[in-house]
């Protein structure tokens, strides 16, 4: 059998084993269904499964290098490692329970008057984010916090009017929000990801407001009409998202283009070549292929890259020459008769950039304990509309990361968490605490069944 024969099986093998760890827990009460976890297996199967399909299917299609028999199986052991890591310290490491049992506990109130006054601050912070002043430092920190204050705001809107669904101008005002938030979006020019959180904002939110309690077999069917709409509304906005490279520029956006890309989205996400080209991996196996390839035969790996890459993020590039890349960027210049900006590397590629398998059990453990972390929050805090927010924000991301690059990603997620805390603490600083979740050792929120109550109130 020929290595890319060999690949399809296990890809195969890979999309079953991971669907069955998203749907088995959930049908059975054992785990919710819109948590982090998921949403990164999800994205798995997209970037690890159906990419690996992809390259063993036609393995001549985008072709990097010539890969030899061994390059396939350190794909496939690269991929066992991390992810048998990821789950055996999603499972049963209790640090992160630990974690999500004592911080952060405070929150502002949520009532309908101070989620406004937040929604406020959120557009403000979202239109900061669209100016053109260039200082360093600064306008990263305004545009790394913007993007993500305007999925925040979505979800401001929809738990204030879903508490008053009668009220017209609550309604209005929601769907005036995400109008606006998707303009910004395309505007700022900061991808597909940034579309995701606007998009997931409200299922999200539903889903942990009300769907977590209810029976299995319905939540599934709304769920699956939700994300197959956001799905195709993706899938459009892929056709779209380049809009302005006629002009060699993104900074020329305005919000008139905005609207223009706004009309012409329905048509666009009837297209079904763009779904099928969204959901086949983006060739991010075959770029993993060509990282194991260079840096175990002709360069040398460069140890927790990814790592020092989002420590040290917050120095401008302005002020150290020699500032490290990520994988993104530096593997299509490495590899020879490519110019393109960015790749995806998928996380074995980072692996083997980075040195090997040790790295991948670095990163499995890494990923593990924040996707339980995040997951931990909202079991205890499932209605925290600054924890929902956050985790809208960076859906997109989570769900990317195995795509990579990992460094740029994490960054982004980061961001979304350092969003939530300064919402949060603008909150309490105006309105004071308004709710205190009770502290916990992780164990109170085991049970057997999560349609049964819910894990946890408000102290």
């Not at 393995?59 to 490692?81: A, K």
């Not at 924890?387 to 990579?404: E, K, N, P, Q, T």
């Amino acid at each position: 059998m020929s290595p890319p024969d060999l690949l399809v099986i296990f890809s195969w093998c890979f999309v079953g084993v991971a669907a069955l760890l998203i749907v088995v827990p959930y049908l059975l009460g054992k785990a919710d269904l819109l948590t982090t976890w998921n949403t990164f297996l999800l994205g798995s199967i997209n970037f690890v499964g159906f990419a690996g399909l992809k390259a063993g299917y036609s393995p001549q299609f985008f072709r990097i290098l010539e890969y030899t028999s061994n390059d396939y199986y350190l794909l496939m052991l690269g991929i066992v490692t991390f992810y048998t890591t990821l789950t055996l310290t999603y499972n049963f490491l209790r640090l992160p329970r630990q974690m999500a049992g004592s911080l952060p506990r405070r929150w502002p109130p949520a009532s309908t008057g101070v989620l406004y006054l937040m929604l406020g601050i959120s557009f403000a912070a979202g239109l900061a984010s669209l100016s053109p002043v260039k200082v360093p430092f600064v306008s990263q920190v305004i545009s790394q916090i913007g993007n993500k204050a305007i999925t925040f705001g979505v979800v401001f809107a929809f738990i204030a009017w879903y508490r008053n669904r009668a009220n017209i101008f609550l309604l209005s005002t929601l769907l005036a929000m995400i109008g606006l938030a998707l303009m910004m979006a395309i505007t700022a020019g900061s991808g597909r990801r940034t579309f995701v959180g606007v998009a997931a904002a409200a299922p999200l939110a539903y889903y942990w407001i009300k769907l977590r309690y209810k029976a299995p077999a319905p939540t599934l069917v709304k769920l699956s009409f939700a994300g197959a709409f956001v799905l195709l509304v993706l899938a459009g906005y892929s056709q779209l998202r380049h809009f302005d490279r006629r002009t060699g520029t993104a900074e020329g956006r305005t919000f008139v283009d905005a609207i223009e890309v706004l009309k012409e989205l329905p048509s666009r996400m009837l297209n079904p070549a763009a779904a099928e080209e969204l959901m086949v991996g983006q060739n991010a196996a075959q770029t993993s292929l060509a990282a194991i390839h260079l840096y175990t035969r002709q360069l040398d790996p460069e140890p927790f890259n990814a790592f020092v890459f989002v420590v040290t993020n917050p120095m401008p590039r302005a002020f150290w020459e020699g500032k490290p890349r990520g994988l993104g960027y530096t593997l299509p210049k490495d590899s020879p008769g490519f110019t393109r900006a960015t790749w995806g590397p998928g996380i074995v590629g980072h692996g083997f950039h980075e040195g090997g398998l040790h790295m991948l059990v670095f990163y499995g453990v890494l990923a593990g304990v924040a996707l339980r972390y995040f997951d931990e929050l909202l079991a205890r805090q499932p209605t925290n509309p600054y924890l929902l927010a956050m985790v809208a924000a960076s859906s997109g991301h989570i769900a990317g990361w195995s795509r990579g690059d990992i460094g740029t990603f994490s960054i982004q997620i980061v961001g979304a968490f350092i969003a939530m805390l300064l919402f949060a603490a603008l909150g309490r600083l105006f309105f004071g605490t308004g709710v205190v979740y009770p502290k916990t050792s992780g164990r109170e929120f085991t049970t057997k069944n999560i349609f049964a109550r819910p894990l946890a109130e408000p102290a």
